[in-house]
């Protein structure tokens, strides 16, 4: 009884609790999604149905791989895929080229002020996502609040094409997503010690030197957990591509909502749904390496 109890200690409890959670949410409906990929559009229906039979003593295990193979051999799939880490990466580096300064700015102002920085940050946050992003329709369209002003300046003769263009897809996820980049980046910049900062000035460094050799390497955590933070969920983004986007910015959330709820096929969109988890989780992987390389390191 005693050795049972040990067992149940609370550092196991503790521990035990995120990781069942991490198994409910991900790694069981993730299973469920594998299941419906390899199997037939009859049986898909049944999530938790098996792909195993048994009839008259013989076992017999049922895999159907042609939604994979048409996957790698149709060449919209592979161009989606292709749009959607492009977009992705393109957002996750103008989010680290405006966060970045910002962040900055926010860990090196008064203690009094950086509670306002904050939260005008985190402001965006207690508006709805789409009606965000219904705003930005707004601002963007041909008799939109950004063409009118360019207009009455005289900087263009002609309305511009913004909507449902690249540009428009890019500006609204940057938008979105910015807050994702600059929180870690605050958090790891605040926590820096000026101390190295002083040392490389006494020894003749320049400001511009000591913020590359010193300063970006100490933040390099920060930097990868934003921009793991802004490029996986860009990866798999539908309502900004949706409303902003247009037909040459088609992304896999698009092709994931269409073979779902249009086409019906469960076991495509399954299929595309796991090769897309897969191109996100080594990113992670990635990530997860250099912080258990820097823990092991004692950084």
């Not at 041909?142 to 900087?155: D, E, H, Q, V």
């Not at 897309?276 to 990113?283: A, N, S």
């Amino acid at each position: 009884m005693k050795k049972f109890l040990r067992w149940f200690s609370g550092r196991r409890i503790v521990i035990g609790i995120p990781y069942l959670w991490l198994l409910l949410v991900f790694l069981v409906p993730f299973l469920i999604v594998l299941r419906i990929s390899v199997a037939d559009v009859q049986s898909a229906a049944d999530p938790f149905g098996s792909l195993l039979s048994y009839t008259d003593g013989i076992a017999t295990l049922t895999i159907k791989l042609a939604n994979y193979l048409f996957i790698v051999q149709d060449s919209l799939y592979a161009l989606t895929y292709l749009n959607s880490l492009q977009y992705a990466a393109a957002t996750t580096l103008l989010c680290l080229l405006i966060g970045y300064p910002f962040a900055y700015f926010m860990a090196r102002a008064r203690p009094t002020l950086r509670t306002t920085l904050l939260m005008l940050v985190m402001l965006p946050f207690w508006t709805s996502f789409l009606l965000r992003i219904y705003a930005w329709k707004g601002i963007l369209a041909s008799n939109g609040l950004l063409n009118n002003l360019l207009l009455w300046f005289g900087a263009i003769d002609a309305p511009l094409t913004l909507l449902h263009t690249p540009f428009s897809l890019v500006i609204g996820m940057v938008y979105a997503y910015l807050p994702f980049m600059i929180l870690p980046l605050y958090a790891t910049l605040v926590k820096m010690d000026l101390r190295f900062l002083e040392a490389a000035a006494d020894l003749g460094s320049t400001p511009w030197n000591t913020f590359w050799l010193v300063t970006v390497p100490l933040s390099k955590s920060g930097i990868i957990a934003g921009s793991m933070l802004v490029f996986i969920p860009c990866v798999g983004e539908f309502v900004i591509p949706e409303l902003l986007g247009g037909p040459e910015t088609l992304m896999i959330g698009r092709v994931l909502w269409d073979e779902f709820f249009s086409n019906n096929d469960w076991p495509m969109a399954s299929a595309v749904t796991v090769i897309m988890i897969l191109l996100i989780l080594l990113p992670m992987a990635i990530f997860n390496k250099y912080q258990n390389k820097q823990h092991g390191d004692g950084t």
